[in-house]
């Protein structure tokens, strides 16, 4: 069998403008785009014998995975019953929007959308304000995770009963999951969850406070930990008034706590309370900007900043884990849009 990219580039219909038209690539370069991001759809445009080569193509795999349409993979006889029927011991993920059964279980989605539905934005965001897409997409990012784990899974037991399995996952699950905290919180009070900005719902001081140059991120959730806030700030009263003695009382008097500690910490810089605050084992952070993150000493002492094996230029995050101590590397770049010679092999 040739090489996939090969095998994609010479299977995708002439003329076929999907991505690479929305990307706003000419359509006399769309063929370079199309052949690396729409591999299940050169396939099925095909014949039936080029068909029957996919499928061949997925029974030798372990797992097959895809987030096409709702009905797109039957349609098309690469649904999950009639692949496991064939394939006993493929391992099948079918990752959708609003999940696999249920009244929207037939619609698309984006990741907007399903923080908008699952209720993510109305908790993310300044109090009082309308809610607020999150930075990351932490559906898609999180559908995919939850994914691989159930698909871990799945090898783990087809190596003990040699059958194969079915996964599905969705982007309004994820929603919910990562909702989880504040839907348990809705279900044993009652009380709807809103936005808080960066502080917690349910602890203080834990949030964001003003310094005199600038927004410091302290984390003293715990009796323990205000005490040596209040003492670092130059007021050990603090932890035996009455209003804060405990996290209930101060989470009930936070108003008027958060207005003492930020009247302490204008009064030096972030740097200057942040050296004061880890001296004394209290938790704090500045709130840094992406380039800020990168630069930093702790990030280049990790090693995440990565370029591909084959010398490219271009840095990117690498995997955020190790293998016994090794981070492992990223090993090939995107292609460039004008990769003609199609010479990379795709590994499986």
């Given at each position: 069998?040739?090489?996939?990219?090969?095998f994609l580039t010479r299977y995708r219909p002439a003329g076929s403008p999907g991505a690479a038209a929305r990307a706003g690539v000419p359509a006399d370069r769309s063929g370079e785009l199309e052949s690396?991001?729409?591999?299940?759809?050169?396939?099925?445009?095909?014949?039936?014998?080029?068909?029957?080569?996919?499928?061949?193509?997925?029974?030798?795999?372990?797992?097959?995975?895809?987030?096409?349409?709702?009905?797109?993979?039957?349609?098309?006889?690469?649904?999950?019953?009639?692949?496991?029927?064939?394939?006993?011991?493929?391992?099948?993920?079918?990752?959708?929007?609003?999940?696999?059964?249920?009244?929207?279980?037939?619609?698309?989605?984006?990741?907007?959308?399903?923080?908008?539905?699952?209720?993510?934005?109305?908790?993310?965001?300044?109090?009082?304000?309308?809610?607020?897409?999150?930075?990351?997409?932490?559906?898609?990012?999180?559908?995919?995770?939850?994914?691989?784990?159930?698909?871990?899974?799945?090898?783990?037991?087809?190596?003990?009963?040699?059958?194969?399995?079915?996964?599905?996952?969705?982007?309004?699950?994820?929603?919910?999951?990562?909702?989880?905290?504040?839907?348990?919180?809705?279900?044993?009070?009652?009380?709807?969850?809103?936005?808080?900005?960066?502080?917690?719902?349910?602890?203080?001081?834990?949030?964001?406070f003003e310094t005199a140059d600038g927004r410091l991120i302290i984390g003293a959730g715990n009796d323990r930990l205000f005490a040596k806030l209040a003492h670092a700030l130059g007021h050990p009263e603090?932890?035996?008034?009455?209003?804060?003695?405990?996290?209930?009382?101060?989470?009930?008097?936070?108003?008027?706590?958060?207005?003492?500690?930020?009247?302490?910490?204008?009064?030096?810089?972030?740097?200057?309370?942040?050296?004061?605050?880890?001296?004394?084992?209290?938790?704090?952070?500045?709130?840094?900007?992406?380039?800020?993150a990168l630069s930093h000493a702790q990030t280049a002492a990790l090693g995440i900043i990565q370029r591909p094996d084959d010398g490219s230029p271009v840095r990117m995050i690498g995997m955020p884990l190790?293998?016994?101590?090794?981070?492992?590397?990223?090993?090939?770049?995107?292609?460039?849009?004008?990769?003609?010679?199609?010479?990379?092999?795709?590994?499986?």
């Amino acid at each position: 069998m040739p090489p996939l990219r090969d095998f994609l580039t010479r299977y995708r219909p002439a003329g076929s403008p999907g991505a690479a038209a929305r990307a706003g690539v000419p359509a006399d370069r769309s063929g370079e785009l199309e052949s690396e991001v729409g591999p299940v759809l050169a396939f099925l445009d095909g014949t039936e014998a080029e068909r029957e080569r996919l499928i061949a193509l997925i029974g030798s795999a372990d797992v097959f995975l895809h987030n096409l349409r709702p009905g797109a993979a039957e349609a098309s006889g690469l649904g999950a019953a009639a692949l496991r029927a064939r394939f006993p011991r493929l391992i099948y993920g079918d990752l959708g929007a609003f999940g696999h059964r249920g009244p929207l279980s037939d619609r698309p989605g984006y990741e907007l959308l399903l923080q908008a539905f699952g209720g993510l934005m109305s908790i993310t965001g300044e109090p009082g304000r309308e809610g607020v897409r999150c930075g990351p997409s932490l559906n898609d990012l999180g559908t995919g995770i939850w994914a691989a784990i159930g698909i871990l899974a799945a090898l783990i037991r087809r190596g003990r009963t040699g059958e194969g399995c079915l996964i599905e996952a969705s982007l309004f699950e994820t929603a919910l999951c990562w909702g989880s905290i504040h839907a348990a919180s809705y279900l044993a009070s009652g009380e709807a969850p809103r936005a808080e900005g960066a502080s917690h719902p349910s602890l203080t001081p834990y949030g964001a406070f003003e310094t005199a140059d600038g927004r410091l991120i302290i984390g003293a959730g715990n009796d323990r930990l205000f005490a040596k806030l209040a003492h670092a700030l130059g007021h050990p009263e603090w932890a035996e008034d009455a209003r804060f003695r405990d996290n209930r009382a101060r989470v009930a008097n936070r108003a008027a706590l958060t207005a003492l500690i930020n009247g302490r910490l204008t009064q030096d810089s972030k740097a200057a309370w942040v050296e004061r605050l880890e001296a004394v084992g209290v938790p704090c952070a500045p709130i840094q900007s992406i380039p800020e993150a990168l630069s930093h000493a702790q990030t280049a002492a990790l090693g995440i900043i990565q370029r591909p094996d084959d010398g490219s230029p271009v840095r990117m995050i690498g995997m955020p884990l190790s293998f016994d101590g090794e981070r492992p590397a990223v090993r090939l770049p995107a292609p460039s849009l004008d990769r003609r010679d199609g010479s990379r092999s795709w590994q499986f």
